[in-house]
């Protein structure tokens, strides 16, 4: 029986969450993108990518090429909560569904034709359910693999299907940019672009060895996937959660006292998003990207007399900030992220002295988190960070 393969991409997916919510901004060139001018554009709309802007771009300059552009803060919390949502929607339809980035979902429907009648049905059923109930529009690619149903989403608009027949994967290919190919991006396109190989077609002919003596061993991938061949699975999404917060510095920073500010702003808003959720940490990576480009990271286990409140979880992750930062060198980004999440538990005391430890920073954590919860997170702050 041949496969059948269903891809659904929600074009920028994380605005479109956004939008969502606000939906004024519908009308409006949006980015995602965290405070400060030199901090980088982490999602845009529609309306934004029309005016020339994309991921990755710093902020000045995309306010440079759009005065009227509206910026947000992301976030990803909700936009996995989201995510996660959609992946137990398309679960309904088939038990094999992979959600490896938000917005990009592979469904197998091999062998539920019975059941729930011809794929090309099926995946037009299953984009009109995932606007009717969560007011998102997806593109459709449905083929015999992930390869070529991913191209084919690629190919049409949102609420549009790209059925591609069996047995016709490589002529369907053939007249396409090699862009198009999962992949392929700039630097390998202006290879090819050398050996005047622009679309598909005049890749999937080109002799083998040539490609291999260029590319190396990604050659034969290469050959591969110009001609349609793709036999890879659908994958069952499993992503352990964590918490990761990443800080970009207002200037290239090297004064070690500010560093530390910058890094406890860090972990507080970890902090209260772990407590929040009812987790404690198991395990931080920490990264120091420096302004030259090269950075460094690390990963240690947490304490587990250091997960009650945020000075102690500071204590924790300072000695590995500091053997990090070794280099006489600006720090233009820091990185902590804390994974293996649990619930947390601690063994009641057998003596009465044992529970008046560390009870006073809890009590004042608890103390700053109602504050917090009922005024707003920056209605009080440590004189650390001010």
């Not at 407590?275 to 587990?304: Q, W």
Request: aromatic share 8%.
């Amino acid at each position: 029986m041949p496969r059948s393969i269903v891809h659904l991409q929600i074009p920028d997916f994380c605005t479109a969450v956004e939008e969502l919510r606000r939906p004024e901004m519908k009308r409006l060139p949006l980015v995602l993108a965290q405070a400060g001018e030199r901090a980088l554009i982490q999602g845009v709309n529609g309306h934004a990518r029309k005016e020339g802007i994309r991921e990755g771009m710093p902020l000045y300059l995309a306010r440079r090429l759009c005065r009227r552009l509206h910026v947000m803060d992301s976030d990803f919390y909700h936009y996995r909560e989201k995510h996660l949502e959609i992946v137990r929607e398309f679960g309904s339809c088939s038990p094999l569904v992979e959600g490896g980035s938000p917005g990009s979902y592979f469904i197998d429907i091999t062998g539920t034709r019975r059941l729930l009648g011809p794929g090309p049905d099926l995946a037009c059923r299953m984009e009109n359910e995932l606007g009717r109930k969560m007011g998102l529009r997806a593109r459709i690619g449905l083929a015999s693999n992930k390869l070529v149903s991913q191209v084919a989403a690629h190919c049409i608009e949102p609420g549009d299907l790209s059925f591609i027949f069996p047995g016709n994967e490589e002529s369907f290919l053939s007249p396409l940019p090699v862009d198009f190919l999962p992949g392929v991006g700039e630097v390998t396109a202006s290879k090819l672009a050398g050996f005047n190989i622009l679309r598909i077609g005049q890749l999937a002919s080109f002799p083998v060895d040539m490609l291999a003596a260029v590319f190396g061993r990604s050659g034969e991938r290469l050959l591969k996937i110009a001609k349609g061949l793709d036999i890879s699975p659908v994958f069952v999404s499993r992503q352990a959660p964590r918490i990761s917060v990443a800080k970009i510095m207002e200037r290239d920073e090297i004064d070690p006292g500010r560093l530390e500010s910058a890094l406890f702003q860090q972990i507080e808003e970890a902090g209260w998003e772990l407590r929040r959720h009812n987790r404690c940490p198991g395990s931080f990576r920490l990264e120091i990207r420096y302004a030259d480009g090269m950075s460094v990271d690390t990963r240690k286990r947490v304490p587990s007399w250091s997960v009650q409140a945020d000075r102690s979880l500071f204590q924790s992750v300072l000695p590995a900030f500091y053997k990090l930062l070794r280099r006489r060198v600006a720090v233009r980004r820091l990185v902590i992220e804390f994974s293996d999440l649990v619930m947390p538990f601690a063994q009641l005391p057998l003596f009465t002295w044992e529970s008046r430890r560390g009870s006073k920073e809890r009590d004042l954590q608890k103390a700053l988190d109602s504050m917090r919860m009922k005024f707003g997170k920056k209605i009080i702050a440590w004189a650390r960070v001010a």
